[in-house]
């Protein structure tokens, strides 16, 4: 019970402590201005879709200054998950094999319906087989006990690797069970969004990029030495609560204000330099690393896990014969008109693109960034994010001013 | 029509159920209510007939569907009847008579059955509450989930309760919220079949009727109450952006103020799931007069619910009125959306 | 995509999988995606997607105290007394 007290009182229902971190980058980037000479206006990138889920939940963009933003990174494994991949899944659960998913893909849209279905959500109400699970331990269980045949849809960033990795290594899967390995590698999509972001540098600049915690516990912070060391910005990784957050956001001012640019590590509770080395043989037994579509961003070299020849009487696509998709079959999944792909690689904030909140909205989504709730322009519609909510607290007379 | 199928997110009392309902229901009934009461073009916990002495009958129907239908805390028969009484506690009627339909699947064990219907009519009758009439189905194998309980309660008052929160109200909440919901998160994550864990487990349902607190409640400060409501399906986001849509306001909530027990947390937050979208079905929801409400909160606690507590209030803004603007633990701010979908475990 | 929840170890079943508890006291089966030797029952972990992916360090978790002090000097502010001091006690807590 103790880690939860702790994590609770100190990092999530902690006014307190968020209120004095909020004084503290207020007051180094007075320190900023002092040594730049003029005011400071920079960007902070968020690469992992939960660390954006914090920061909206916990309201953290209402308790910053203005000329600091942050801006949320290709770091969400539901979102960059190609639309055909999904159709292929539907189309597997409307031919009776029971389909396992995770809640995020469960709702995940396809760009376009297979036999009427756009999400697994509406192949189940076709009468697809489709079960919401939170592992793939509970499939290996449920497809024990029903022995029909059965899929599990293997999202993921790293984080979920290595679990995947010891199932197929220990062979704990049923003859009737495959599994769809749909795993993303974070780093080659870190370092793509920032150079993009290097070639067409947006206004105000990326000077800081906070780092996904739970990938990090298996990767070790080592992973995102090269981001630091190529382009030259400080590192953090970061655990999930709020205080995290702000404080990563603070350890990343300090680092400009004392003129470094280095990989530092605030969520030392949980990750180390080195990362989990025996995590990283078993993902490495059990998986190949591979060329990998990114929906809405492309296709990334060496960004894909797919499992190894010796464990393919486990791997759905062999089973069922889903083939990999192919560089000459890439088809930017983004309708005309769109930012969605500038949306997901950090470059543009959904308030930049002039459909948001007219053309596309959660009630009628265009762009996938917005079809898929996970999406950020979803998120900032929902939660108000991009200054609905500070107007409306300003409006209300609750927002504390500005410093103190 | 925008879809073709009926989705199980049509039945989580979101967008997507209210869109439907309007549709398929609402805009093509001609004669929405009876003279001089209030009918169902006015989302609220049940209906009001005026009966012509100043006082109105308060109609309130609710079918149950629960599976397994037993589950820690309760069964499906204690929440048909605790269900439909407080909807017509919450406006503002003290419960007289209910109706029950049953429907049960064919096979279905009676020992089972009676015990659930046992459960019912003892609520019933601990809450005064004759039971005048009902209907009894048996379907085929297959055709229903095991059981289905339908009731109907009946109900009186001088002092309706219509649910306008006021520009300056105080929200006040009953006592913990979320423990039914996620009870039944629960059952739906497949877990239903190990009873004998989740007796052992700290989730409990929080089905209870609500009668002690309310008929005190109303009988004092009855004016001063602007809306009550049970918060089931869709939890307390769901009740607040309802009333913040229908009165035209902006509700603000404090969540750190929210009552909620360890364990409800907990699961939640493993599962990725926001608390304050989890039903309670033992809890209720209050807009009160500001000059009232700390009495009020007093009051509550002097009648057993110790847990009652303030947790927002109603403002006023012509530009973003129908909004719930939440304040986070560590003070920052986002808008509490109406609930949609059907709550999913996440993994991102 | 990193959902990752605090969970106490209750049971370590064999080289592969676990029992925890994330506090609603329905243990659930886990898969272990760090070295069994480095877990015992009663130990913090995190889990993600079913499986335990870090475990926690209480000693590392008494940094944040050391960051909040740096960063008030940075700021060039008085350290918040109060607020550490209140941290430490909880941390002694703990540990205890």
């Known amino acids: 019970m103790d880690s939860r007290l702790v994590i609770e009182s100190v990092f999530r229902e902690n006014r307190e402590l968020a209120y004095q971190l909020r004084d503290y980058i207020v007051r180094m980037l007075e320190k900023l201005q002092e040594r730049w000479g003029s005011p400071p206006r920079l960007k902070v990138m968020d690469f992992c879709g939960t660390h954006e889920w914090t920061i909206t939940h916990y309201g953290i963009r209402s308790l910053l200054p203005k000329n600091l933003e942050l801006v949320a990174g290709p770091g969400c494994p539901v979102c960059v998950t190609p639309s055909h991949e999904i159709e292929a899944a539907i189309r597997l659960a409307l031919d009776g094999i029971t389909v396992y998913t995770y809640g995020d893909s469960y709702r995940l849209r396809t760009v376009k319906p297979v036999r009427g279905a756009f999400s697994l959500a509406e192949a189940r109400a076709l009468g697809g087989s489709v079960k919401v699970v939170t592992s793939i331990y509970d499939a290996i269980f449920d497809a024990e006990r029903h022995g029909k045949p059965s899929v599990f849809l293997g999202i993921g960033f790293e984080t979920v690797a290595p679990g995947y990795a010891h199932v197929l290594l220990g062979h704990l899967m049923p003859k009737n069970l495959h599994l769809l390995s749909l795993v993303r590698l974070t780093p080659p999509a870190m370092f793509y969004s920032l150079g993009m972001l290097r070639e067409k540098p947006p206004e105000p600049p990326v000077m800081g990029v906070i780092a996904p915690g739970h990938v990090s516990t298996i990767t070790g912070a080592k992973a995102w030495v090269p981001v630091a060391e190529t382009f030259g910005i400080p590192v953090v990784v970061a655990g999930f609560e709020p205080i995290d957050v702000m404080m990563a956001i603070a350890l990343i001012l300090r680092q400009l204000l004392q003129g470094r640019a280095e990989v530092e590590i605030e969520y030392k509770r949980a990750v180390t330099f080195d990362g989990d080395l025996r995590a990283q043989a078993a993902i490495s037994r059990a998986f190949q690393v591979v060329d990998a579509a990114w929906r809405g961003i492309g296709f990334l070299p060496r960004s894909g896990y797919e499992i190894r020849e010796e464990y393919s009487e486990h791997d759905a696509r062999k089973a069922y014969g889903i083939p990999s998709m192919k560089v000459e079959d890439w088809r930017k999944d983004i309708p005309p008109g769109c930012k969605c792909a500038e949306v997901v690689l950090g470059k543009a904030k959904p308030t930049d693109c002039p459909l948001f909140l007219k053309r596309c909205s959660p009630s009628t989504p265009y762009g996938p960034c917005m079809v898929s709730i996970e999406g950020t322009c979803a998120i900032w519609a929902r939660f108000g994010e991009g200054g609905l909510t500070e107007e409306m607290a300003k409006e209300l007379g609750l927002l504390r001013p500005e410093g103190r | ?348 | 995509m990193c959902w990752g929840v605090p969970a106490i170890v209750t049971k370590v079943i064999n080289e592969i999988t676990a029992e925890v508890d994330f506090g609603d006291g329905m243990p659930k089966r886990v898969v272990l995606g760090i070295s069994a030797a480095d877990i015992e029952p009663g130990a913090a972990v995190l889990v993600h997607a079913g499986v335990i992916v870090s475990r926690l360090s209480y000693e590392q978790i008494e940094d944040v105290i050391r960051y909040i002090e740096e960063l008030a000097a940075i700021a060039g502010e008085a350290p918040p007394e109060d607020l550490i001091r209140r941290l430490r006690s909880l941390f002694q807590e703990v540990k205890r």
């Not at chain 2, 609520?123 to 009894?136: H, L, P, Q, T």
């Not at chain 2, 190990?194 to 209870?208: A, H, T």
């Not at chain 2, 009160?288 to 947790?311: N, R, T």
Request: include cysteine.
């Open chain 2, 1 to 348: 029509m925008k879809e073709k199928f009926v989705k199980l997110a049509h039945g989580s009392g979101g967008v997507e159920m209210h869109e439907l309902v309007e549709k398929l229901i609402i805009s093509r009934v001609e004669k929405k209510r009876v003279e001089g009461g209030l009918g169902i073009d006015f989302p609220d916990d049940g209906a009001l007939i005026p009966m012509g002495d100043g006082r109105y009958l308060v109609i309130s129907t609710d079918s149950y569907t629960v599976n397994p239908p037993f589950f820690p805390g309760g069964n499906i028969g204690t929440l048909a009847a605790a269900g439909s009484i407080n909807d017509v506690l919450m406006m503002g009627g003290t419960p007289l008579a209910a109706l029950d339909a049953v429907v049960v699947e064919e096979g279905f064990p009676v020992e089972d059955l009676s015990t659930l219907l046992g459960s019912m009519i003892e609520v019933f009758r601990s809450e005064n509450v004759a039971v005048i009439g009902g209907d009894f189905k048996v379907m085929p194998k297959g055709a229903v989930d095991k059981v289905i309980i339908n009731t109907t309660v009946l109900g009186v008052t001088r002092t309706p309760i219509i649910d306008v929160p006021k520009e300056g109200d105080k929200i006040i909440v009953s006592g913990h919220v979320g423990d039914h919901g996620a009870v039944i998160l629960l059952l739906q994550m497949g877990l239903g079949e190990r009873v004998e864990e989740l007796e052992k487990g700290y989730l409990k349902s929080d089905v209870r009727p609500l009668t002690k607190l309310m008929l005190p409640l109303v009988d004092k400060y009855a004016g001063h109450i602007r809306a009550a409501r049970d918060p089931t399906r869709g939890g307390l986001a769901g009740v607040l952006n309802e009333w913040a849509r229908a009165a035209g306001k902006v509700v603000v909530l404090d969540e750190a103020r929210v009552p909620m027990r360890r364990p409800v947390k907990d699961y939640a937050e493993m599962l990725g799931v926001d608390p304050l979208y989890l039903a309670s079905e033992g809890a209720a929801v209050l807009s009160v007069d500001p000059s009232v409400a700390e009495e009020v909160v007093d009051y509550m606690k002097s009648l057993g619910f110790g847990d009652a507590s303030i947790v927002g209030e109603v403002r006023s803004s012509e530009k973003y009125k129908g909004y719930v603007l939440l304040r986070s633990t560590i003070g920052g701010y986002r808008i509490l959306e109406p609930p949609s979908g059907d709550l999913v475990p996440r993994i991102c």
